[in-house]
């Protein structure tokens, strides 16, 4: 019986060896679990859109853009994509889309490069088309001829520019133009791709990505595309540090932008002129000791000097002025810079609570002579399309250097 026992123990294992043997590893998947769990799908999204808008905030176009990258998750590879759009009109209501524009995503890539190459010429087109869109707007002749002077010199650096462009760069443009040209249009299919929207609204966009064993799944993410509106314009600050032939018709003292419209009313003392003083770094070897450039306003002990200047500036919109003060430290200063809202007509109105929308005060105290320091001061222009900045001071010689303005985003 033991014999009959082993015998059949040696042919079971017999068996065992000459399956094993049938079996190989070079067949996909033998082995391996059926895999259930499907592909989890993600996508993100980067809005490009792009606006244009005439110096009168006339729309010229608008393109809403938005590039999509799908994606799924690691342990299962998505090998099909499809993208389905459709608009928000209600909580209870969505329609397809139909209008909708799928763009070749290596358009992004080609256009880049083609930047890239002819970045110096770009950066020039840009900047005279910036000037020749706010030229209709523009009232003032003097304003007017300084633009008109700006783009006849862009445009001969514009040619320069150019004519700099070797002849290996130019074939290489061509060829990357020529690539853009013969991109296949963009398809719903596409992993990665440009979606134009016909306009503002709300969108359901939903990706479904299905993998190689045939599973599948489905996502979607609710889209809102702003309008596209004008871009806030940065006001524009005459002389902002106080040199000598900057106004835009290349004159000027330094201090030109900067007078009161009237002595005897904006006077913190009283009478007497009132039109700041100017410090100039005459050193020709060493580099200026100034934020910017060789002259900067004085304003003398005694608080007899101010500096008032209007600019435009956009209703609504938020503001960062920086500005940049020294102080003598022989006794007390202080240096003042109020934004102050336009109707403010005399120096006596320019402290009342009511027509100061802003304003900052620095001294001296733990101050080193001469050595200059920066300060900001935020402000919100209301209902206002222009502002008052009015400087004062008081105690010591103060001095004051390089505004710069921007808008809050």
């Not at 123990?9 to 068996?15: E, F, S």
């Not at 929207?197 to 979607?220: C, E, H, Q, R």
Request: glycine letters at 6%.
């Amino acid at each position: 019986m033991k014999k009959y026992l082993f015998n059949l123990k040696y042919i079971i294992l017999g068996t065992f060896a000459f399956l094993s043997s049938c079996l190989s590893d070079d067949l996909p998947g033998v082995g391996d679990l059926v895999d259930l769990t499907g592909p989890s799908p993600s996508f993100n999204f980067d809005e490009i859109t792009t606006s244009q808008f005439t110096c009168d905030e006339v729309l010229i176009f608008a393109n809403y853009e938005i590039y999509f990258q799908a994606g799924s998750n690691l342990a299962v590879n998505g090998t099909q994509y499809e993208w389905s759009i459709s608009e928000i009109i209600n909580e209870t209501e969505e329609i397809p889309v139909t209008d909708i524009e799928y763009i070749n995503s290596q358009r992004t890539v080609l256009v880049a490069s083609i930047k890239a190459l002819k970045a110096d010429v770009i950066a020039i087109e840009e900047d005279i088309e910036e000037l020749e869109l706010k030229l209709p707007c523009e009232t003032d002749q003097v304003k007017i001829n300084a633009i008109l002077a700006k783009i006849d010199a862009l445009e001969i650096a514009l040619q320069a520019a150019n004519d700099a462009i070797t002849e290996d760069i130019r074939e290489s443009i061509a060829d990357l133009e020529n690539q853009i040209s013969n991109l296949p249009a963009g398809t719903v299919n596409d992993q990665n791709v440009i979606v134009a929207f016909p306009g503002p609204g709300t969108y359901k966009v939903a990706l479904k990505v299905t993998d190689n064993n045939g599973w599948s799944n489905t996502i979607d993410e609710n889209i809102t595309i702003i309008e596209a509106v004008p871009t806030i314009p940065v006001p524009e600050i005459g002389e902002p540090s106080f040199e000598d032939n900057s106004l835009p018709d290349g004159t000027g003292d330094g201090r030109d932008s900067w007078r009161v419209p009237s002595n005897s009313a904006w006077s913190p003392t009283g009478g007497g002129t009132t039109v700041i003083q100017i410090n100039t770094d005459t050193n020709p070897v060493d580099p200026p000791n100034l934020p910017d450039g060789r002259q900067a306003a004085k304003f003398p002990a005694g608080g007899s000097r101010v500096a008032y200047q209007e600019i435009e500036v956009t209703p609504g919109a938020e503001y960062v002025l920086t500005y940049h003060s020294a102080f003598e430290v022989t006794q007390y200063a202080d240096l003042k810079v109020s934004i102050l809202k336009p109707e403010t007509s005399n120096y006596a109105e320019s402290l009342l609570e009511d027509n100061i929308i802003a304003s900052r005060t620095d001294n001296n105290i733990d101050r080193v002579d001469n050595i200059w320091r920066q300060h900001a001061l935020s402000f919100e222009a209301g209902d206002n399309e222009s502002v008052i900045i009015f400087v004062t001071n008081s105690g010591d010689e103060s001095r004051l250097d390089f505004f710069e303005i921007l808008v809050k985003q």
